[in-house]
């Protein structure tokens, strides 16, 4: 059974002073009815837009408006609220809270939260278009950004100022999903020296996720090998995003440039066959995702000398089949994962081959993508993707490989559901 995307998730939303404000209730209302909770810190120009009576009926809880509150200090002190949530969310995040926040002012409760948080942080930005668009929001907007906040919007269009152009918050359920897709990456602040933190209990707490990702080298002698051009980004990426969510996780990872994500138990490998004894001995596992670009064909008769340009014949390449690690583990007599994903990268006719992609290798789901040259995926940091399982086809917008990650992942996860 698929669980709310926010079960048991915690958010603490800043609500800023603008006009925006009002839509900050309905975003309260989609967070719960996604199965989240929410508290709320209203700064004194946000009360003037919304009520603290029509934010506590929403939210169920108390809301909190002042620094030094002694009743909120005995109850919960001001660092404790910004670190109990798993989650801030600033909406409408107003040109005066981006500045505080980018220079780390801390002259009233909500700064001082968004100082004190150890949580990632979500900005929808709402603003008169000049407020926008002047060099200092836009500095305060880069250095959030650098500093790890991620943001969201805003929209362009009519303003209830009546200019025109870019400053409307991001609609509630844009602002909703980008707090889903936040889950699925890691939800602390990055640490200084790019160790993660251990993840928190996610939906994929207590379960193993197997992972293959990369390209495969086949020898043709000892200096010379086939390979492909897949960089293992997006591989890379989903298991940064299942240990996010709070699973164990196997990376059985091609010869690429990428860093070991901390955290994830890396088994580095150069050929398919040395990648399907990896997965073989990875087993058992309770959701595995086959990310590589495994070379169909190695060659035949490896050479064990270099092979030498000597005048006489050219010398033939004579292929022969590598082991299909997907449609073997997903036909696996004793040991095949509950729910087994395969890739399909493919130049023409994309969900056409995929579709039957999954059905002769034997896998629940299938996520396809173009990878034609002209789509620019191999190597690229962007990606569409189409899944593809026994319902038909979902295709997600045009994202970054990460968010990507973090959106598939939250999909699986809610398919193998919590071992905890
Ligand atoms: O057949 P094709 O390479 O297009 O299939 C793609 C899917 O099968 C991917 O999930 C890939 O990781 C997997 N695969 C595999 N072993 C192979 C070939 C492909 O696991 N030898």
Redesign the pocket.
């Given at each position: 059974m698929a669980q709310p995307v926010l079960q048991g998730r915690s958010i603490l939303l800043v609500i800023g002073g603008g006009i925006a404000a009002y839509k900050s209730a309905e975003l309260v209302r989609l967070i719960r009815k996604a199965g989240g909770d929410v508290r709320v810190i209203l700064t004194r120009a946000g009360s003037q837009f919304v009520t603290p009576l029509t934010l506590a009926s929403l939210t169920g809880n108390k809301v909190h408006e002042d620094l030094f509150s002694l009743t909120d200090e005995v109850e919960m002190g001001h660092i404790e609220l910004s670190r109990s949530a798993d989650l801030v969310v600033v909406a409408p995040a107003t040109a005066d809270l981006m500045a505080k926040a980018a220079h780390g002012l801390a002259n009233d409760l909500a700064s001082t939260a968004l100082l004190a948080t150890d949580k990632r942080i979500l900005m929808a930005p709402a603003m008169n278009v000049r407020m926008w668009l002047h060099p200092a929001t836009q500095r305060n907007l880069e250095t959030l950004k650098r500093d790890g906040v991620r943001v969201v919007g805003p929209d362009s269009g009519e303003m209830a100022c009546g200019e025109f152009g870019p400053g409307r918050m991001a609609e509630p359920a844009a602002i909703l999903e980008a707090i889903v897709t936040t889950f699925a990456g890691p939800t602390a602040i990055p640490l200084p020296d790019g160790q993660a933190p251990a993840p928190g209990p996610g939906p994929l707490a207590g379960r193993h996720v197997l992972i293959?990702a990369g390209p495969t080298h086949e020898p043709i002698d000892p200096v010379r090998y086939i390979a492909n051009r897949s960089s293992g980004k997006q591989g890379y990426a989903l298991a940064e995003a299942a240990r996010a969510l709070g699973a164990r996780v196997t990376l059985v990872s091609g010869p690429v440039t990428l860093p070991d994500p901390p955290g994830i138990a890396v088994i580095r490998v150069e050929t398919?066959r040395e990648m399907d004894r990896a997965v073989e001995q990875a087993l058992p596992a309770d959701l595995a995702i086959?990310?590589?670009?495994?070379a169909?064909w190695r060659v035949e008769d490896e050479a064990g000398q270099k092979l030498k340009k000597d005048g006489k014949a050219i010398p033939p390449l004579r292929l022969t089949e590598?082991?299909?690690?997907?449609a073997r583990i997903a036909r696996h007599p004793t040991q095949r994962p509950p729910l087994v994903i395969?890739?399909?990268?493919e130049t023409e006719n994309v969900i056409g081959h995929a579709t039957a992609?999954r059905l002769r290798?034997g896998c629940d789901i299938i996520v396809a993508n173009d990878v034609s040259p002209a789509s620019g995926v191999m190597g690229g940091d962007r990606n569409i993707v189409h899944v593809i399982d026994e319902a038909g086809v979902t295709t997600l917008p045009d994202m970054a490989k990460a968010e990507v990650a973090a959106a598939l992942m939250q999909r699986f996860a809610g398919l193998v559901g919590s071992g905890a």
């Open positions: 293959t398919a086959f990310a590589a670009a495994v169909d590598n082991p299909d690690i997907l395969g890739f399909a990268a992609k290798k």
